[in-house]
């Protein structure tokens, strides 16, 4: 129960932009917090931001507000991170958690020229 | 913008006892912060541990705990495993802006 299943490893040159998807399967699309995470290649842990399963409503890190969109497809439940105007230090493992609890296997994403 | 602090490293013997901690540059650490526990192992998806401050997955095995300890947030280790061996990152809500941030994790080595 919980499964997520996040979209596969993308590379995208400086500049574009990214949209990484994750699929929530296992229990209906009742009300909870879908959260956004990357973790660079050695380092910690970034959360993104979040977005209300049942509204849409979002919430985004100070780092990250103007140049990240959340947004979900309720009819297949699937949630959805779209990042522009990339740069090399997003070259990042992206994750979706279902209220913190339940997390996808995780999406590559490299920035290379 | 909120700064979450841990330690960068901590060592333990197997059967041991170790707390890790985490700060708030806002202040002292309160359950309003909802403080969360996460275990990650190399190639792997983190993995919760604690919510709540000292609530416990269905899948998070007894020695682990979560408490505040003064005026921060703690995860205490007890009869310490070597499959225990990670990197810890612990997740606060910041209710002022809405948002959350985690510390900058603790490797905890086991030897």
């Known amino acids: 129960q919980g499964q997520l299943a996040q979209s596969g490893a993308e590379v995208q040159r400086p500049g574009a932009s990214v949209k990484v998807s994750c699929k929530a399967s296992g229990r209906s699309f009742v009300n909870y917090h879908m959260h956004w995470a990357r973790q660079a290649p050695g380092q910690g842990l970034e959360w993104m931001g979040l977005?209300?399963?049942?509204?849409?409503?979002?919430t985004y890190a100070p780092n990250f507000r103007g140049r990240v969109t959340l947004t979900r497809d309720k009819s297949t439940s699937t949630f959805f991170l779209s990042l522009n105007s990339l740069r090399g230090d997003d070259t990042a493992v992206y994750y979706c958690?279902?209220?913190?609890?339940?997390w996808g296997q995780g999406t590559l994403v490299i920035v290379s020229s | 913008q909120t700064v979450v602090t841990q330690e960068p490293s901590l060592t333990v013997s197997p059967g041991g006892t170790v707390t890790l901690t985490c700060a708030s540059s806002?202040?002292?650490?309160?359950?309003?912060?909802?403080p969360n526990w996460f275990q990650q192992k190399p190639g792997q998806a983190p993995r919760p541990l604690i919510y709540?401050?000292?609530n416990r997955h269905s899948w998070t095995p007894a020695r682990f705990s979560g408490s505040l300890l003064g005026d921060k947030a703690a995860l205490t280790l007890s009869g310490v495993l070597p499959e225990d061996e990670a990197d810890y990152y612990c997740?606060?809500?910041?209710?002022?802006?809405?948002?959350?941030?985690f510390g900058g994790g603790t490797k905890l080595t086991v030897l």
């Open positions: 709540g401050a000292n």
């Open positions: 997740l606060l809500y910041n209710g002022a802006d809405q948002d959350w941030v």
């Open positions: 958690a279902r209220s913190l609890e339940f």
């Open positions: 977005i209300s399963s049942v509204d849409g409503t979002t």
């Open positions: 806002t202040g002292a650490v309160t359950s309003a912060n909802s």
